[in-house]
């Protein structure tokens, strides 16, 4: 039994015993976090040098991709090192900010609200689009994101690391999370972060109830567009967020919501990496292989790339 003054540690959940087999995460977390951040970054440097992606939703999935690399920087590289040294601690102020980042980009949620937003506008009121989503608008919108959920993180880890931890400091999960310190809470003080929990879910449920509302808008407009070719076009728009946001929601959900009948270690592992390690990596595929727009400036970019390096090739020959 330890107390939460004198810990300075915790110990997280290791991949497998087997030295192989940590060595095979190693490479595999590796690979995940490489296309992660090549897929990121090649997003940030099409959004940010192509004009024809200097528009709300451009605005709106450039900020997704820096979740996006701040999730995956958050969780993996600790795994990784892990792995790699076979080891499974973490001290308690890198937990503590782990915890942190990893709840500040929960403002994910918010983003992809914002860009369920731009979408019903776009779609159902196109005539009012550049009023109400112009360059100040956007601005304000991904500035109450960030901020909500800075203030959002810094809630959740002062109230969480506020608690006695009295219950060892084994925590059943590769990276620091909330539900799993809450289990070594020794007080019935977590009953504020349990309050806090609610909370944070019944907004997480108004912002899904929001998205379905505005998709159920959206699909009722485009199925009024008489052209086919119309119809095809506005659902080209909408489906990479939709894929996006079901990837989001149903890993999450079921990795939270889960009968504890079907629960087991393993199981929950898994479960963490889908939706904490995958969906970073994915969300760039998902917008680049739906988005003409953005394949188009992704394509101009590397080839302007690979027609500089063959000029820097010839000329330095």
């Given amino acids: 039994m330890s107390n939460s ?3 300075t ?3 997280l959940l290791a991949f497998a015993d087997r030295r192989e087999l940590q060595l095979l995460h190693f490479w595999l977390f590796l ?3 490489l296309a992660a951040l090549l897929a990121n970054g090649l997003i940030l440097s099409a959004v940010a040098c192509d004009h024809h992606l200097h528009t709300p939703m451009g605005f709106f999935l450039l900020n997704l991709s820096l979740t996006d690399l701040g999730c995956i920087c958050t969780t993996v590289p600790k795994a990784m090192h892990n792995s790699l040294w076979d080891t499974t601690t973490i001290s308690y102020m890198g937990c503590a900010t782990q915890l942190f980042f990893f709840v500040f980009i929960s403002a994910e949620f918010s983003l992809l609200t914002i860009m369920c937003y731009d979408r019903y506008v776009a779609i159902c009121k196109p005539l009012h689009y550049g009023t109400l989503l112009g360059s100040r608008a ?4 991904a500035a109450a994101a960030w901020a909500t959920g800075f203030l959002y993180s810094l809630l959740h880890t002062a109230n969480t690391f506020s608690l006695p931890l009295c219950q060892g400091n084994a925590l059943g999960q590769f990276f620091c999370e909330i539900p799993h310190i809450l289990k070594l809470s020794c007080s019935h003080s977590y009953i504020r972060e349990l309050g806090l929990l609610l909370i944070s879910i019944s907004l997480a449920f108004g912002c899904f109830i929001f998205i379905v509302f505005s998709y159920v808008q959206i699909f009722r407009a485009v199925l009024r567009i008489p052209s086919q070719q119309g119809r095809h076009k506005a659902f080209s728009t909408c489906l990479p967020h939709l894929a996006v946001v079901s990837l989001f929601l149903s890993t999450g959900v079921f990795a939270y919501l889960k009968p504890p009948s079907i629960s087991s270690p393993s199981l929950d592992l ?3 990496v889908l939706y904490s390690v995958v969906p970073p990596a ?7 292989l739906k988005n003409q727009e953005l394949k188009d400036a992704l394509r101009k970019m590397m080839t302007g790339c690979f027609s500089g390096a063959i000029t820097c090739l010839f000329s330095g020959v």
């Fill in 282 to 288: 994915l969300n760039p595929l998902i917008y680049s």
């Fill in 5 to 7: 003054s004198s810990l």
């Fill in 31 to 33: 690979a995940i976090s």
């Fill in 9 to 11: 540690q915790f110990l």
């Fill in 270 to 272: 898994a479960l963490s």
């Fill in 138 to 141: 956007c601005a304000h919108m």
